[in-house]
Nanobody, 121 residues
Framework: QVQLVESGGGLVQPGGSLRLSCVASGSIFSIYRMGWYRQAPGKQRELVGTFTTGNRTNYADSVKGRFTISRDNAKNTVSLQMNDLKPEDTAVYYC???????????????WGQGTLVTVSS
């Protein structure tokens, strides 16, 4: 089984920066999509930034120019660098991997436990 563990959340002032990391363990045959989502209280979970096939990236319009996703294949990690944070960025951030599991060749749609980011003065 594939396990995802996020870290790096916390309290930060508006305009500040924070870096989230996600470590994946287990065997993955193929990755079709990998990245970050977030969910604020009372709101639907939304895409923040993801890698898709061919290392293309998708970002929410609200974070373009401020957030950057990256990954380190050797360490099986995906990160989210968040700059110029705003109060509306406050949410629980989740790491997600969608693809195919090695061996069984079954569908993979794994989520981390979430890490809370609070942007407040």
């Amino acid at each position: 089984q594939v396990q995802l563990v996020e870290s790096g959340g916390g309290l930060v002032q508006p305009g500040g920066s924070l870096r989230l990391s996600c470590v994946a363990s287990g065997s993955i045959f193929s990755i079709y999509r990998m990245g970050w989502y977030r969910q604020a209280p009372g709101k639907q979970r939304e895409l923040v930034g993801t890698f898709t096939t061919g290392n293309r990236t998708n970002y929410a319009d609200s974070v373009k120019g401020r957030f950057t996703i990256s990954r380190d294949n050797a360490k099986n990690t995906v990160s989210l660098q968040m700059n110029d944070l705003k109060p509306e960025d406050t949410a629980v951030y989740y790491c997600n991997v969608f693809g195919v599991v090695s061996g069984s060749m079954s569908r993979l749609d794994a989520w981390g436990q979430g890490t809370l980011v609070t942007v407040s003065s």
